[in-house]
């Protein structure tokens, strides 16, 4: 089902939608803490999820106020199970079942074609400022049902699984400098799908989906002109529904890169983990003193079939 939002929006609501997308921060946060983590670790990384900061207080009073936060009410069962519930609920999908997350980015994309970083409060506030002129309280998945009819009439997400196909080319754009003078080796930098990956007519990869790259290495020029060269690597990107999609570099990547003006070839050396997405592959960048602004786009490659879910229906 096609998702025409703006022609049920009145006119001030239509501009204000329109100027709110511009005031996200990036803010790059894995949406798993990872599996076997220690129940604190995982609430922690809930409320950095939810709210961009850990507040102060006991564990106990902490899982509280983020039950409330979400759901609504406290939930009886031990700490970890309390936890568990949680993260199910924000972040796993199932048909007839969204999580809030793939919910509050379908609707970003139904409104903006792209989806943005940072806290899920504050991303919610901004959707209900631009659909509704204000925010509202309660638990986020209420909240987040009262938009829903707005895109549908019977405010339910159409949901349907996809596979993304491993060596789809991916459109990325480095969202901070990368410098062979002022950067150094191990600092990370954020970067983003420039353009959304459709699948099918479905989409699989949304604008504005961030990751986190890292520089591997950096060699400076040297004697008998001797280019500058910087080693990076790419962390995984996200799906419409938040699945993690690992990306790498390869042949095909060299091929589309050529076209953006930019010396580029992949290597094996410099290979790197980012966390539980896995090893990827390196890229190096060639010139006298290698210098990639915030905006420059570059081309990267799914790595593996990743199955997820996205919305049904017409979406383009």
């Known amino acids: 089902m096609p998702f025409h939002l703006l022609r049920h929006l009145t006119r001030p609501q239509a501009?204000?939608?329109?100027?709110?997308?511009?005031?996200?921060?990036?803010?790059?946060?894995?949406?798993?803490?990872?599996?076997?983590?220690?129940?604190?670790?995982?609430?922690?990384?809930?409320?950095?999820?939810?709210?961009?900061?850990?507040?102060?207080?006991?564990?106990?009073?902490?899982?509280?106020?983020?039950?409330?936060?979400?759901l609504g009410e406290t939930q009886p069962g031990t700490i970890p199970e309390r936890v568990a519930t949680l993260d199910n609920v924000l972040f796993t999908t199932t048909s007839p079942r969204p999580s809030l997350l793939f919910q509050l980015n379908a609707l970003e994309w139904a409104l903006y074609h792209r989806v943005f970083t940072g806290p899920l409060l504050t991303r919610l506030e901004h959707l209900e400022t631009a659909l509704?002129?204000?925010?509202?309280?309660?638990?986020?998945?209420?909240?987040?049902?009262?938009?829903?009819?707005?895109?549908?009439?019977?405010?339910?997400?159409?949901?349907?699984?996809?596979?993304?196909?491993?060596?789809?080319?991916?459109?990325?754009?480095?969202?901070?400098?990368?410098?062979?003078?002022?950067?150094?080796?191990?600092?990370?930098?954020?970067?983003?799908?420039?353009?959304?990956?459709?699948?099918?007519?479905?989409?699989?990869?949304p604008r504005g989906s961030a990751g986190e790259g890292r520089i591997v290495k950096i060699q400076p020029p040297g004697r008998m002109g001797r280019d500058a060269e910087i080693t990076v690597v790419f962390g995984p990107l996200t799906a419409l529904d938040g699945t993690p999609v690992p990306v790498t570099t390869g042949e095909e990547c060299i091929a589309a890169n050529k076209s953006q003006s930019l010396t580029l070839r992949v290597t094996a050396a410099g290979m790197i983990a980012l966390g539980p997405a896995g090893i990827l592959s390196g890229l190096f960048v060639r010139g006298k003193e290698v210098f990639l602004g915030r905006g420059t786009r570059l081309y990267v490659q799914t790595s593996v079939v990743t199955p997820c879910f996205t919305l049904a229906g017409g979406t383009r």
């Open 132 to 205: 509704q002129g204000k925010t509202t309280e309660g638990p986020l998945g209420a909240r987040l049902a009262l938009l829903r009819p707005l895109f549908l009439p019977a405010g339910s997400l159409p949901v349907t699984r996809i596979d993304l196909t491993a060596g789809t080319l991916v459109p990325i754009e480095l969202l901070a400098d990368l410098s062979s003078q002022t950067n150094k080796p191990g600092e990370s930098f954020p970067f983003a799908v420039a353009e959304t990956v459709f699948q099918d007519g479905l989409v699989a990869l």
């Open 15 to 70: 501009r204000v939608a329109m100027v709110v997308a511009f005031f996200f921060s990036v803010v790059v946060i894995p949406a798993t803490a990872g599996e076997g983590s220690a129940p604190a670790e995982r609430l922690a990384h809930l409320e950095l999820i939810c709210l961009g900061q850990n507040p102060t207080g006991s564990l106990s009073q902490r899982l509280d106020d983020l039950e409330r936060l979400i």
